[in-house]
């Protein structure tokens, strides 16, 4: 019994330290266009990252989150790290109640006021490999932004001239991933890596995630079920 335990352990160990530099991942499904259907965060402290493909038809990234005090939050936009992408350069704005007046080229909720992030003047980018996904991006943007009062937010990441192309943003620093959030992040690497444009998986935490999550579930939750009688589905 011992061999396998150290097994698991050793996984789990490679896989905690990948997770750990990692914000939690979604994918954009090109439909948070505008403040009715942005995606909502519910503790934006937590360290969360949006990919998204600017198209004619989805040219915004629409993120929304409710604080109840004044806060700091950690804001970051970034671009998959793909050659064609080089000179691409989205902006940011934060929308919110008691922040300036800000004029944008699309519509936005009344009574908000808002912080542009431009970063047309950043010639060379941060570059940043995540170990998680093993993927590469650019980082042109990482601005630590007062949120004046409690209320609702919207964070919205946009190219000014509409031109088509990748982007990504992430909100909040608290690394926190539960079990249910590890469990189901290897069915976002492929997605993930796919955006970057990545063959494969490659090595390192990559490759681990899935054999770490199996021997999980395989140690932890699969015996306890046999135990209890209940029958396991695979999910659609």
Known sequence: M?????????????????????????????????????????????????????????????????VDEPQELRLQLGLPFID???????????????????????????????????????ADPEVFYEPF???TSWILLEEDAQLPAAGRYYVVAYEPSSTPGKLWVALGIEEVFGLGDILSLPAVLGPVRSFHEVQGCGTGP???????????????????????????????
């Open 84 to 122: 064609r992408l080089s000179d691409y350069r989205p902006a940011l704005v934060l929308l919110g109640p008691e922040l300036p007046e800000v004029e944008l080229p699309f519509e936005f909720p009344e009574g908000l006021g808002g912080l542009i992030f431009n970063t047309d003047d950043i």
């Open 133 to 135: 996904s093993g993927t």
């Open 2 to 66: 011992q061999r396998p335990i150290v097994v698991i352990f050793a996984a789990v160990l490679f896989l905690a330290c990948a997770v750990s530099q990692a914000h939690q991942p979604t994918m954009s499904d090109g439909t948070a266009v505008d403040a009715d259907h942005a995606i909502e965060f519910v503790d934006v402290q937590i360290s969360r990252v949006v990919y998204h493909e600017v198209t004619e038809q989805a040219p915004q990234l629409w993120i929304t989150f409710e």
């Open 206 to 236: 990559c490759f681990l995630f899935p054999t770490a999550a199996g021997l999980i579930m395989l140690r932890f939750i699969g015996p306890r079920r046999r135990r209890s009688g209940l029958k396991t589905h695979p999910r659609s």
